[in-house]
């Protein structure tokens, strides 16, 4: 409790002991080092307790090695990590009300699907081990495979003996390191609400990492976006979606179309800003955009967009860009996304609903790009437009 | 088969002419074991058959030194056991606490060369050339440098003397210490290559695991490292045990004569030296069927076939 770090003096000491509504986890200015290379950089947050917290960003953004840390397997350079409100960062991980499913399972060969639950319970001296083991694996519906070696199991069933290994122990904290990177998509899809489903059976806190966004906004309550080792942005899933602060989380998160622009006049009593986009002129929420700023960057989500043909006129009061030419569409069952090339400022994302079936605008054609104004926002301008997307040099 | 997949070798390379699939190569197959197959009837299974019919001749009354007759004395082997029953109880003796002493030397060594150093390779390759490195002069020379290290007059001796280990008067040299001393060296690497191949198999992430579900370093190491080498642990065993329950140079060179001899040495003196032959067969025989029996209760017993 002694090094608080500077972000982190708005926190408040967490002396209070875990009550069922305190915080599972805490981290203070957590600051990890390899040689030169910065890991995790002076990371701070909080994890109320029973929620399901994930962690998202892409590969090397440090959310593993912030997992570790929390686990006991990494020491951090600098910085705390309390567990409900005890400082465990000297503790060695075997003494952490902590454990973790590993992104390999890391299942002990040697053993039974039965013992390898069990191998917790055993280590603490619990009793009715057997039972206990015996009742977490029928939570992933596979006791009647207890005897089994894990070699004798399929990914998917490995996957959910890792998890009963983990949720026996009713940790303080369970922490999920990527499990489900290893299962094919319809196998992952089925998990996310199984664990979703376990984790509101048992209560224990998640804290998941994942480089999926699809999968971190449909089973966390809250999605920490993760990049360079730093927090970019902490909210809920539709928090996030419909007010991204940064370039990076508008385009990890989703899709976004981003342009820039020059605030010149403030509207309605301040409550909208006027914005210059190439000589268009488009309106932005006031509380939807940066405070302050001269130069940004205008967003809105794909679907968020409506096409409107070169001749129809679109509804007064709505921001509008344009015209552009569509070049190229793809057609995707509930929905066709278009690209729209517009002349000075680049081509546009839009996803529109098949409401009336097939796709409405051929390659080729002129159309205007429409959207509410509610929808727009607008982020800090010296950041790169393309900043979270995969580019093709990039990992994915 | 758990010793030749704890040595990295193929696994049941024997069973495929059985598969019915196999049928057609199964010729093939045999004519690649052709050359094997004739090595060992020539150079084990008629060598055998001769000893074991040797063990049964009989002395020819009034004949010269070293004359025997074919014949069917089995009284050859009471006889023999009464006699010698000593030095075949201490060869297993011997061999047996040289053996746990080359594991628990050997298992660290293993450990260091294969966990500490692993992702280091030129430091792993080093040190294995380095666990090898003995085979590079000959064994014989190295019994004898035993021989000076262990020596009344010696560093080793006055350093223990010198510490209260042992007594003023105490010696390493011609005694039972000595004989384990150096049979623990000579099989040291067999026992250090078979554990370093299966502890190198190790994954990292299952000790993680352990810890993770809180089991202390010892405890990690005592339910998860351990288990998962015990094929090597076997292989190593074996490696170690076999040899040097037959090893006589250890026992002729750093012994006694009289409180140290092993049953290789017996055997080698009824050979060569009182040309008795039916006894040296004998106590062949009953040192290969002893073997046998104790490796084969000894594997089932590890029962290996069913790891990993």
């Known amino acids: 409790m002694t090094t608080v770090g500077t972000r982190a003096a708005a926190v408040e000491p967490g002396a209070a002991p875990a009550d069922g509504g305190g915080t599972a986890l805490e981290l203070r200015s957590v600051t990890k080092r390899f040689g030169d290379v910065v890991a995790v950089d002076e990371l701070s947050l909080a994890v109320p307790s029973g929620t399901f917290f994930a962690l998202l960003g892409p590969s090397g953004c440090g959310k593993t090695t912030t997992l570790r840390m929390v686990a006991g397997l990494e020491r951090p350079s600098a910085g705390t990590v309390c567990l409900a409100g005890r400082d465990v960062t000297g503790a060695p991980a075997h003494r952490r009300p902590v454990n973790t499913v590993f992104q390999s399972y890391a299942l002990f060969p040697h053993l039974s699907v039965l013992e390898n639950v069990a191998f917790g319970l055993r280590r603490r001296r619990a009793r009715d081990v057997r039972a206990r083991a015996l009742e977490a694996l029928e939570l992933v519906e596979l006791a009647h495979l207890a005897q089994r070696r894990p070699s004798q199991l399929s990914g998917g069933q490995q996957q959910r003996v890792a998890l009963a290994r983990a949720v026996v122990n009713r940790p303080a904290l369970l922490l999920l390191d990527e499990p489900l990177g290893a299962l094919d998509l319809r196998l992952r899809r089925q998990m996310q609400v199984e664990l979703k489903a376990i984790q509101a059976e048992v209560g224990i806190t998640f804290v998941h990492v994942t480089h999926d966004q699809e999968e971190a906004m449909t089973m966390a309550d809250t999605v920490a976006v993760m990049n360079h080792g730093r927090i970019e942005q902490l909210g809920g899933p539709a928090d996030l979606y419909e007010h991204p602060r940064t370039a990076f989380v508008a385009n990890f998160l989703g899709q976004s179309n981003l342009v820039r622009g020059t605030v010149v006049e403030t509207l309605d009593g301040g409550r909208t800003l006027g914005v210059d986009v190439g000589g268009a002129r488009v309106r932005v929420p006031a509380h939807r955009s940066v405070p302050g700023a001269r130069h940004v960057l205008v967003g809105v989500r794909p679907e968020k967009v409506r096409l409107v043909a070169a001749g129809d006129d679109a509804r007064g009061g709505d921001n509008e860009l344009g015209p552009g030419t569509v070049v190229d569409t793809s057609f995707a069952g509930v929905s066709t996304q278009y690209q729209v090339r517009v002349e000075g400022l680049g081509t546009f994302g839009v996803f529109a609903q098949n409401l009336g079936g097939g796709s409405v605008h051929a390659p080729g054609s002129v159309v205007r790009l429409a959207w509410d104004v509610p929808h727009t926002f607008a982020l800090d301008g010296h950041q790169e437009v393309g900043a979270g997307t995969l580019g093709p040099g990039d990992e994915p | 088969m758990s010793v030749v997949a704890a040595l990295g070798g193929p696994e049941q390379a024997g069973t495929e002419a059985a598969s019915p699939q196999a049928a057609g190569a199964g010729r093939g197959a045999r004519r690649l074991l052709a050359p094997g197959v004739l090595y060992l009837v020539v150079f084990f299974v008629l060598p055998v058959g001769v000893l074991l019919a040797t063990s049964f001749y009989a002395r020819v009354p009034g004949g010269e030194l070293g004359e025997y007759t074919p014949a069917l004395r089995w009284q050859n082997y009471p006889e023999a056991l009464a006699q010698f029953a000593p030095q075949l109880a201490r060869s297993f003796g011997f061999a047996a606490v040289a053996t746990v002493a080359a594991l628990l030397v050997g298992y660290p060594m293993a450990y260091v060369i294969a966990v500490r150093a692993r992702g280091r390779p030129g430091l792993q390759g080093l040190l294995v050339v380095l666990v090898v490195a003995p085979f590079f002069t000959s064994f014989i020379l190295r019994t004898v440098a035993w021989k000076q290290i262990l020596a009344d007059q010696g560093e080793v001796v006055g ?59 010892l405890t990690t190491f005592r339910t998860v490292t351990l288990p998962l080498s015990a094929p ?49 067969a004998v106590l062949s025989v009953v040192l290969m069927v002893a073997i046998l029996t104790l490796v084969s209760l000894y594997v089932r017993r590890a029962g290996t076939e069913e790891l990993v």
Request: charged share 15%; no cysteine.
């Open chain 2, 232 to 280: 090597g642990v076997v292989a190593g065993t074996l490696l170690t045990f076999i040899p040097a329950v037959g090893d006589y140079v250890n026992s002729s060179l750093l012994g006694n004569n009289t409180t140290t001899t092993m049953i290789g040495q017996v055997i080698d003196q009824r050979f060569f030296r009182t040309v008795d032959y039916p006894t040296a």
């Open chain 2, 159 to 217: 350093a223990l003397r010198w510490l209260h280990v042992l007594p003023p008067d105490g010696r390493l040299s011609a005694a039972p210490a000595a004989v384990v001393i150096g049979l623990t060296y000579s099989f040291l690497p067999f026992m250090v290559l078979p554990l370093f191949a299966s502890l190198e198999r190790l994954d990292p992430r299952l000790l993680e695991a352990g810890t993770d579900l809180y089991a202390t370093p």
